[in-house]
């Protein structure tokens, strides 16, 4: 059965929400990984598989370094485009648009959340920068367990941060014989809201 567009949620991101967890009831082992495309100052493309860490009506969230390559991208281009892709389901979904930093309380709640040592981690390792060694990396996040002690909440580390990929434009894509696929596109409209089409594959 192919998609029509009418059948699709009026808002792509309802509809995202339900495609990851199809996916996830599908069996992928990584529902929520997506590839994350960002851009520096003069246009050089980069890109990184990154967690989806939220579906909200303003966006998609997800948490890094932002000392990172994609954090510094960010900070001077602050547009990305995304694409997940689930082979159980044969489907792909494509999303551009605007990204902003999350507000530090919304970073906060996120950070407790985390398991103790991956907070460790964020703490040790300066994303993206190089180091000598794996030993070198490991006695960091052992010095750091040693100077939090067991039982000290972790603070929030003043680099580590959210940003909020607001979608312009979405994809939703699934494989089709003879590579006569379905894509339905979503174009954000100022004046009408999300105008859905199809699109030739």
Known sequence: MSIDADGLDPDPLVELAAWVAQAETAGHRLPHAFALATADRTGRPSVRLVLLRGIEPDGLRFYTNRDSAKGRELEVNPRAAAAFWWEQTNRQVRVS????????AEVTRYWASRPRGHQLAAWASKQSQPIGDRADLEAQVEALAARFGPETAIP????????RLEPEQMEFWESRPD?????IEYRRDPE??????????
């Open 179 to 183: 590579r006569l696929h379905d894509r």
């Open 97 to 104: 648009g605007r990204v902003v930093p999350l507000d530090e």
């Open 156 to 163: 929030l580390p003043s680099f580590w941060g959210g940003y």
């Open 192 to 201: 009408r809201g999300w105008v859905r089409r199809r699109l030739q594959p």
